[in-house]
């Protein structure tokens, strides 16, 4: 079985600001992972993914996350924050083994930027 | 190359009655997922599809929901006897054929139900 732990439901940042949004997950087997942003009433935008290979993944905006095994983490960042950023960010993992893209995801981060 | 096609966005329904979710895949996909977002929760899989199978149902509720993914037209997710519970976001993704190389879904704007 596998689970996303995002900590904090909320985050506040200024614009300008770094934006760190957290996520844990935990995985018998070796995981895919992945970051999605969700504007209100919007579906769901991949922002980043990791499969294999590179463990600091570049994505779409200026996003990018790091995989650290040990740690079972993948973190989201941005180095400078944007109004146009604030959204409700998702981090998700599926098998990488199941043969298909069946996601868990977490219970999501709404990220608020203030002037 | 049109994106995951939704229909309705919003759908109002009465206790007791059903509802029909629609979801059209993009060109090319022939692998369909449906997920519920409830209220201050993140997205729960419901069923995973293929053309004419049913290949993982173990997030569906045991009753009153069903899907299909017919050999022609969109895959439908029915919801009968509705109750307040069922009210929610329900989503639908696509994906091709998976390898290592395509492990990514890519999803619809949602369908937005409300029992009333």
């Known amino acids: 079985a596998q689970s996303v732990t995002q900590l904090g439901s909320h985050v506040s940042v200024s614009e300008g600001a770094l934006v760190l949004l957290r996520c844990n997950y935990s995985?018998?087997?070796?995981?895919?992972l992945f970051w999605y942003v969700q504007y209100p009433n919007q579906g769901l935008q991949l922002l980043l993914k990791?499969?294999?290979?590179?463990?600091l993944v570049k994505g779409i905006n200026g996003f990018e996350a790091e995989f650290k095994k040990s740690e079972t983490s993948f973190h989201l960042t941005k180095p400078s924050a944007h109004m146009s950023d604030a959204a409700e960010y998702f981090c998700?993992?599926?098998?990488?083994?199941?043969?298909?893209?069946?996601?868990?995801f977490g219970k999501g981060t709404m990220l608020l930027v203030s002037p | 190359n049109a994106g995951v096609m939704q229909n309705p966005r919003h759908l109002v329904r009465r206790r007791g009655q059903e509802a029909r979710l629609r979801c059209s895949p993009m060109k090319g996909h022939s692998h369909v997922y449906w997920y519920r977002q409830l209220p201050e929760e993140g997205l729960k899989f419901m069923v995973y599809l293929q053309k004419e199978n049913i290949i993982d149902e173990s997030g569906m509720p045991k009753e009153r929901f069903s899907a299909e993914f017919p050999k022609e037209g969109p895959s439908i997710l029915r919801i009968q006897q509705v109750v307040r519970g069922d009210s929610a976001a329900y989503f639908c993704a696509s994906s091709p054929p998976w390898d290592r190389r395509n492990t990514e879904a890519f999803f619809g704007q949602g369908t937005r139900l409300t029992v009333v």
């Open positions: 995985s018998s087997v070796p995981p895919y």
């Open positions: 998700a993992v599926s098998d990488s083994r199941s043969g298909y893209s069946t996601l868990t």
């Open positions: 990791y499969t294999t290979g590179a463990t």
